[in-house]
Nanobody
Framework: QVPFVESGGGLVQPGGSLRLSCAAS?????????IGWFRQAPGKEREGVSCLSLRDGSTESEDSVKGRFTISRDNAKNTMFLQMNSLKPEDTAVYYCATLFARSCNGMLAHMGRVVDYWGQGTQVTVSS
């Protein structure tokens, strides 16, 4: 069973917005320690973008997305989100959601990939005019 169903990616012009969604399936998202989003641009390694701890509320985001991207979740919908505003061409990538085995997101951004419980299948985001 696929743990997540991702949606919301697509083609958007620079300065536009997208909201990515990841609906959890077969497990309860709020029982996870933390949730996170990753991205992988063409020819680059996958990198952590944003992390939210469901235990202590801590968040951490990659410097280039601070003030533009917001991670959140809706327990009633068993879904996590990444709201992306003021998109730039350099945000073009495949975006992946994940649950993380980490009680806090403080200092976790560089280590997120090592503590993933479940991965989403990825959704393409292309920012281009």
């Amino acid at each position: 069973q696929v743990p997540f169903v991702e949606s919301g990616g697509g083609l958007v012009q620079p300065g536009g917005s997208l909201r990515l969604s990841c609906a959890a399936s077969g497990f309860t998202l709020e029982n996870s320690y933390s949730i996170g989003w990753f991205r992988q641009a063409p020819g680059k390694e996958r990198e952590g973008v944003s992390c939210l701890s469901l235990r202590d509320g801590s968040t951490e985001s990659e410097d280039s997305v601070k003030g533009r991207f917001t991670i959140s979740r809706d327990n009633a919908k068993n879904t996590m989100f990444l709201q992306m505003n003021s998109l730039k061409p350099e945000d073009t990538a495949v975006y992946y959601c994940a649950t993380l085995f980490a009680r806090s997101c403080n200092g976790m951004l560089a280590h997120m990939g090592r503590v993933v419980d479940y991965w989403g299948q990825g959704t393409q985001v292309t920012v281009s005019s």
